[in-house]
T-cell receptor, first 112, second 110 residues
Framework: DTGVSQDPRHKITKRGQNVTFRCDPISEHNRLYWYRQTLGQGPEFLTYFQNEAQLEKSRLLSDRFSAERPKGSFSTLEIQRTEQGDSAMYLC??????????FGNGTRLTVT | TQLLEQSPQFLSIQEGENLTVYCNSSSVFSSLQWYRQEPGEGPVLLVTVVTGGEVKKLKRLTFQFGDARKDSSLHITAAQPGDTGLYLCAGMDSNYQLIWGAGTKLIIKP
């Protein structure tokens, strides 16, 4: 078990471009979470999957954000028409049963 | 709305001193987790407390869950520079969602 992996680790993009991040959770975990974190703050919930079903999406999340988990394994998070305010660390976490969340090391997005 | 208030937000102390970080809420949680995060990395789980009044020790770190499962504390004895990091508490609600505190940035000076 290699833990939760995220790709890429860093992404620099120009405002207006689309970006996509990938998360591979721990294989036996059925729950997958996406969070956003800015410097010195706790993670901010974005969305949550149980298997392939997206069960919850933050009301703070604009329509430019979309996430998928088509086969209940890996997940992608896409941000369309990026804005400078989207610059943050995007964290993925997974859990299963009563286990706590295990986090990946995140994708740091910088929008110029 | 469930909120977790963490205090202090920032703490800078000398090596060898003791410290306590607090996590308080008006809501009851089924469990509460403490994480430590270093720059450029994801949060790493330190401990999960489940039972009201539970105390768990991890070397020099002592974690306590309040009797009513609404609050928690983290006490570090004889802090070392390696303890430097962002400490986050998070409470698990009935929908398997984590409610996060804003974190305590801890700096231990040698």
């Amino acid at each position: 078990d290699t833990g939760v992996s995220q790709d890429p680790r860093h992404k620099i993009t120009k405002r207006g471009q689309n970006v996509t991040f990938r998360c591979d959770p721990i294989s036996e975990h059925n729950r997958l979470y996406w969070y956003r974190q800015t410097l010195g703050q706790g993670p901010e919930f974005l969305t949550y999957f149980q298997n392939e079903a997206q069960l919850e999406k933050s009301r703070l999340l604009s329509d430019r954000f979309s996430a998928e988990r088509p086969k209940g394994s890996f997940s992608t998070l896409e941000i369309q028409r990026t804005e400078q305010g989207d610059s943050a660390m995007y964290l993925c976490a997974s859990s299963g049963g009563s286990s706590p969340l295990h986090f990946g090391n995140g994708t740091r997005l910088t929008v110029t | 709305t469930q909120l977790l208030e963490q205090s202090p937000q920032f703490l800078s102390i000398q090596e060898g001193e003791n410290l306590t970080v607090y996590c308080n809420s008006s809501s009851v949680f089924s469990s509460l987790q403490w994480y430590r995060q270093e720059p450029g990395e994801g949060p790493v789980l330190l401990v999960t407390v489940v039972t009201g009044g539970e105390v768990k020790k991890l070397k020099r770190l002592t974690f306590q869950f309040g009797d009513a499962r609404k609050d928690s504390s983290l006490h570090i004895t004889a802090a070392q520079p390696g303890d430097t990091g962002l400490y986050l508490c998070a409470g698990m609600d009935s929908n398997y969602q984590l409610i996060w505190g804003a974190g305590t940035k801890l700096i231990i000076k040698p």
